[in-house]
T-cell receptor
């Protein structure tokens, strides 16, 4: 299965600042996704990171707040912009391997605390 | 809209069997995932059902009925380490696949 790494693993940030989270996969994958898991909650999809085109955002999430890049088939970034304490969450990257929808694996997550 | 329901919490005894149910109402449904998540960790893949019926993997089995919009995860011979949150997620294919998660079931295994 694909091995997924995320950086940073955790961070404490001041409100009003921005943080960019990186997701690296050890093999080429067709689909990459970004999820948020707020404290005590389940996972909510933020957006699908599309290679070579703009990300597809879910209802309630916008590009200005969560800009996403996907320059190639193994790497993506999610930026949390102009942070507020409500953005304190775990941010998870997940991937679907090429031609195999049965494989949706998650990275280790980035734990973000905004003060 | 898309809706996934599962119980918030369950308690079971070590060595016993527990069944965690999940019902879903979605459009573009393709299949049903179960994940296990320990506190402070990322979800780990347990099973994926796309066809009706029961699939067994060691102590864990997962069942799907597409006509009823229903799935369950069956855990046998419970161990203390099975205490975790169990997440049910529907794979939706509308111009690309995405997962819609239930709220998760917090399972506590008691001695």
């Amino acid at each position: 299965s694909a091995v997924i790494s995320q950086k940073p693993s955790r961070d404490i940030c001041q409100r009003g600042t921005s943080l960019t989270i990186q997701c690296q996969v050890d093999s080429q994958v067709t689909m990459m996704f970004w999820y948020r898991q707020q404290p005590g909650q389940s996972l909510t999809l933020i957006a699908t990171a599309n290679q070579g085109s703009e990300a597809t955002y879910e209802s309630g999430f916008v590009i200005d707040k969560f800009p996403i890049s996907r320059p190639n088939l193994t790497f993506s970034t999610l930026t949390v912009s102009n942070m507020s304490p409500e953005d304190s969450s775990i941010y998870l990257c997940s991937v679907e391997e090429a031609g195999n929808q049965e494989t949706q694996y998650f990275g280790p997550g980035t734990r973000l605390l905004v003060l | 809209g898309q809706n996934i329901d599962q119980p918030t919490e369950m308690t079971a005894t070590e060595g016993a069997i527990v069944q965690i149910n999940c019902t879903y109402q979605t459009s573009g449904f393709n299949g049903l995932f179960w994940y296990q998540q320990h506190a402070g960790e990322a979800p780990t893949f347990l099973s994926y059902n796309v066809l009706d019926g029961l699939e067994e993997k060691g102590r864990f089995s997962s069942f799907l009925s597409r006509s009823k919009g229903y799935s369950y995860l069956l855990l046998k011979e419970l161990q203390m380490k099975d205490s975790a949150s169990y997440l049910c997620a529907a794979l939706i294919y509308n111009q690309g696949g995405k997962l819609i998660f239930g709220q998760g079931t917090e399972l506590s295994v008691k001695p």
